[in-house]
C-alpha cells in the first residue's frame, strides 16, 4: 500500500472493512518466501504453476497485478496477467471463467452482514443458483460458514453478533478462496476556510451537515 497505493489504499486483510461492527484491523499475513515454499511443498506443487490472473487495464489495479505477479514468481508460481477493461473483468468472474482475479468490493450497507453473506454464504453452487455470490463466483462452498453467516444476521445480542463476525472473518482467512489486501480511502478537497466534513465509511454515510466555512 505504501509503495504502488500511497494514500488511496490502505492495508487490510479481512472481508469487512474498516469502521464497520467488527471489522479485523490487524493483519494476518506478511511476505514469508520461505514459508510459502514450504506450503507448496506439502501441497504436492513444489515446482509451482501456472495461472493467469484477470485484472483493469488501468492504474492501480495494473500496478498491484504486476506486484502480485512478482510475489508469486518468486515461490514458483508462474501468474500470466491478462489486463481489460472492468466490465470484462467482472463479466468473466459472473460466469465463473477466471483462474485468478483482481476486483474491488464495497458494502451494500452498514452491516456486517453485507459482507458476510457475499463472501461466505453459497447454499447452491450449481449454475442455476439464484444466490450468486463471490463465494458461488469462486466455485467454493463451505456449508458451516454459509450456516454461521445466516445464524450471525439473526443473532439478537450485539456482542455477540460482533464476535462472530470477527470469528468468521478469520475463519474465512484460512479456508477461502480470498486474498483480501487493501482498503480504498476516500478523499475529499477541501479549502483551508472550510471545516467539519465527515467522510463516512460508505457513501451515504457521509456527513455534510456540520460544514462550515471562516
Known amino acids: 500500500a505504501t509503495n504502488i ?11 469487512l472493512p474498516k469502521g464497520l461492527p467488527g471489522a479485523l484491523t490487524d493483519n494476518a499475513f506478511t511476505k514469508d518466501v520461505d514459508k510459502a515454499k514450504g506450503l507448496l511443498k ?3 506443487l513444489e515446482n509451482g504453476f501456472e495461472i493467469t490472473l484477470d485484472c483493469q487495464n488501468v492504474s492501480p489495479y495494473a500496478d498491484i497485478a504486476q506486484a502480485l505477479q512478482a510475489d508469486l514468481g518468486a515461490i514458483g508460481i508462474k501468474v500470466d496477467i491478462l489486463p481489460a477493461e ?7 468472474t459472473r460466469a465463473r471463467k477466471h483462474e485468478l482475479a483482481l476486483l474491488r468490493w464495497g458494502s451494500d450497507y452498514m452491516d456486517p452482514n453485507s459482507n458476510a453473506q457475499t463472501f461466505c454464504e453459497n447454499k447452491n453452487n450449481g449454475d442455476d443458483a439464484t444466490d450468486r455470490t ?10 458451516e460458514l454459509t450456516d454461521r453467516a445466516e445464524a450471525a444476521v439473526r443473532e439478537q ?8 463476525y ?5 475463519d474465512l482467512q484460512e479456508v477461502g478462496p480470498f486474498a483480501i489486501m ?13 471545516s467539519g466534513l465527515e467522510i463516512g465509511p460508505l457513501s451515504d454515510s457521509t456527513r455534510y451537515v ?5
Open 5 to 15: 497505493t500511497p494514500n488511496i489504499f490502505t492495508e487490510q486483510q479481512a472481508f
Open 42 to 44: 506439502e501441497a504436492g
Open 86 to 92: 472492468f466490465r470484462q473483468v467482472i463479466t468473466k
Open 134 to 143: 463471490l463465494a458461488w463466483r469462486s466455485s467454493w462452498q463451505n456449508k
Open 157 to 164: 445480542d450485539a456482542d455477540k453478533r460482533v464476535r462472530e
Open 166 to 170: 470477527e470469528r468468521l472473518q478469520r
Open 182 to 194: 487493501l482498503q480504498q480511502v476516500e478523499i475529499a478537497a477541501l479549502r483551508k476556510q472550510v
Open 210 to 214: 456540520d460544514i462550515q466555512k471562516a
